[in-house]
Each structure stands twice: as C-alpha cells, then as structure tokens.
C-alpha cells in the first residue's frame, strides 16, 4: 500500500502530495473482495466497513492490509457515509466490493494525488460493467460516470436507498479512466438482486408519501425497455442487450408494483370470514352440502 509523503526523481521532497483514503463497504463478499482491495492498494489506506459477513469476507480484507470496521447495516447511504467519516484523509476513493479500479484511471488518480488534487472538489469517471461474461461498451449501462473521489469536507453521501450518490459543493472534474464493474455473479444473483432492491426502493417511496398508479405498472416497463434496447441501443449488445433491457423493464414493473400494493393491500382477512366469501354450487345450481373431511382443502 502506498504511504502518505516521498520524493520525486531528484530527491525533492512532494510537498504539494495529497494524503487519499479507500472506503469500501462489504458483507458476505469473499468471492470479489481481493481483487477490489488490490486494485486500491495504491491508496495511502483503505478502510473497509463489513456488516457481520459470516464468510471470510473481513479476514481477506485485513490480509490486503484494510483497516477492517464490523458495524449494523444500516442502509446504503448511512453506511458509505460512516465509512468515509473514519478515513484518515480528507480526500476519499469510495468502492463498492464489485468494483475495481482499471490501471488507467489509477495512474490519473495517482497524479492528481501528487499535485494535491488541485481546483476541484471531486472527480468522477466512467463504469464498465461486465453481464454474464462480456464487458457493456454501450447502452445504457455506460458510461454510467461515478463520482467516487471527493474531498469529505466539501461532499456527502446522499440519494435514496439503495441508489446512493455523492453531493458535493464544489467543482467536478472529469477522469478518462475506467471503473471496472461486475455488478452480479450470474443470472440468479440479478434476479435476486432485483428483487430486493425493488423492495428497498417501494418502501422509501411509500415512507416519503410517494403514489404508484396501475398505468405505472402498465406503462412504465414497456418504455423503459424501449429506451435501454433501443435508444440507448441495447441491441447491438446480442442477446445479453436483450436480457438487461428486459430485467430493466421487470425492475421498474416490480417497483411500481409493490408501491401500489404497499398503499392498497389489506392485512389477511380473519379465517372465521372465510365461509361466507365461497359458496359452493351442486349440478343443478342449487346449494351444495359440504362433504365430510372435503371442505376447506383446495383442489390440488
């Protein structure tokens, strides 16, 4: 890991050199971990928050030198704030456990941290995300830029859980470099992902008075599959453009669903209503008796 101070090829002391810190959140993520923690090891420290992985998750950490912080979660956005609350430096590289940061953007990284991270308050740069084994090079899932280094003193982590952002007073810069993404281990972790995800994302929007409309169940999915597959142009992504644009769709169909059913749904009605919601009906129309032992078991 790289350490605070040094001299340049001459011998002369960097004084303009900035201290940087890592911050990273992890639970469960023994699988991806390592190699986000490597690819920071530039960084004059990486802290890292886990919300008590039962995997090796913090012992990876503290093998790549992390400083390892075990706490509660308490959402996306409170947990990204703690964690640059405890860096060191004021200036902070944020990472999720499925990012890392691609050799390009940490030679620009570098070099700002050598002049002191002159004139802006923060810098973003382009995500490229990889889907079921190919990098995403176009729709609309790039360059989906992400502002990640940032003076705290001057930023916050803010947003809506679990899509939190950085605000920050001040000016951006604009880094070319990539952060690499792998956002979900196969298709199943997406579709899990999705779901909880949409459940986080309808409870804050019924918490903060929001309404769900069943045109936006209807209405909703089909546009937003139009704008990934097509206008952000999807489609020339092959099959994998298809499937993201078709879950993008399922995202916002579920999200609206369960807003709508969060401000209509009733508890379950009380079992002793139940005989007088069914009737059952003979042949010939008229009242049918219950049969001993067959009422109340649903046909298979």
Not at 271 to 280: I, L, N
Request: proline residues 5%; contains cysteine.
């Amino acid at each position: 890991m790289a350490r605070h101070g040094g001299t340049d090829g001459d011998g002369r002391a960097q004084t303009n050199r900035a201290g940087l810190s890592a911050s990273v959140i992890a639970m469960n993520e023994a699988d991806r971990i390592a190699d986000c923690l490597t690819s920071l090891e530039f960084c004059d420290e990486i802290v890292l928050v886990d919300s008590h992985s039962t995997d090796c998750t913090r012992e990876i950490a503290v093998g790549h030198g992390a400083r390892v912080i075990e706490r509660d979660w308490p959402g996306h956005v409170a947990q990204k704030e703690f964690a640059i609350r405890q860096a060191v430096h004021d200036w902070v590289l944020c990472l999720d456990a499925d990012e890392r940061i691609s050799p390009e953007l940490r030679a620009q990284i570098t070099a700002l941290r050598d002049a002191g991270f002159p004139d802006k308050a923060g810098w973003r740069f382009p995500r490229l995300s990889s889907y079921l084994g190919r990098w995403m090079p176009r729709g609309s899932w790039y360059p989906d830029h992400q502002l990640r280094l940032f003076d705290r003193r001057r930023g916050r982590w803010g947003g809506y859980d679990p899509h939190d952002r950085v605000e920050l007073d001040g000016p951006v810069g604009t880094l070319t470099g990539h952060l690499l993404h792998h956002p979900y281990r196969n298709l199943a972790d997406h579709l899990r992902t999705i779901d909880s995800y949409t459940t986080t994302m309808a409870d804050g929007l019924h918490r903060r008075g929001k309404r769900g409309r069943l045109l936006d169940i209807v209405v909703r999915p089909p546009a937003r599959f139009l704008r990934d597959y097509v206008l952000k142009g999807g489609l020339l992504l092959g099959w994998r453009g298809l499937v993201q644009a078709f879950l993008a769709a399922h995202y916002t169909r579920l999200k609206y669903m369960k807003l709508y059913v969060l401000q209509n749904g009733a508890p379950s009605p009380r079992d002793d209503t139940a005989s007088g919601s069914v009737r059952s009906t003979a042949s010939d129309g008229s009242p049918a008796a219950a049969s001993s032992g067959a009422a109340g078991r649903q046909e298979a």
